[in-house]
């Protein structure tokens, strides 16, 4: 039998807090297009490690709370948010006993589905132009998948969050 750490959800919120905090960072205006995305990052980490304590819904509440920090349209970050993580739950398992950078390779993937949902409803309500510099963060988060996968992993075990 697997121990439950009571604070487990404390924990995973808190690293979900500082996604946010690091997604609100001030960068200088030519790095702005290298920002990971590290609220998808964390996501699609806590989506793959614990599919039976984090879920869809989990996503897309936490989407609509980006949404409303970055300022951007209500439901846009919500909808790519639980796309990508409804995408995690359905191959989990396989992600799972990859090597790292196998993994990243799909990160890529989900971060660009990720951000093709997110700058294509951003068009359609007019509020941004298109060119694909917005493909930037989605090779940024695929290069730091392993620092933040090991980072989130060590969180889970030293807290024996399961």
Do not use: C
């Not at 996503?59 to 409303?68: E, I």
């Not at 995690?88 to 093709?116: D, S």
């Amino acid at each position: 039998m697997s121990q439950h750490s009571p604070g487990g959800i404390m924990i995973v919120l808190g690293t979900f807090i500082v996604a946010f905090m690091l997604s609100q960072t001030p960068l200088p205006i030519i790095l702005e297009w290298w920002r990971p995305e590290f609220v998808a990052l964390f996501v699609i980490y806590w989506m793959m490690a614990l599919p039976q304590r984090f879920g869809v819904g989990s996503a897309w509440v936490l989407g609509l709370m980006l949404d409303v920090i970055k300022g951007s349209v209500l439901g846009i970050n919500a909808l790519a948010l639980t796309v990508i993580a409804f995408s995690t739950l359905l191959m989990h398992k396989k992600m799972r006993m990859y090597p790292l950078w196998q993994q990243a390779i799909v990160v890529f993937f989900l971060i660009v589905l990720n951000q093709f949902i997110f700058y294509w409803f951003q068009a359609i309500a007019g509020t941004i132009a298109g060119d694909f510099t917005f493909l930037i963060p989605a090779f940024v988060s695929a290069l730091i998948w392993p620092w933040v996968f090991v980072v989130l992993r060590s969180i889970r075990r030293t807290f024996k969050i399961s």
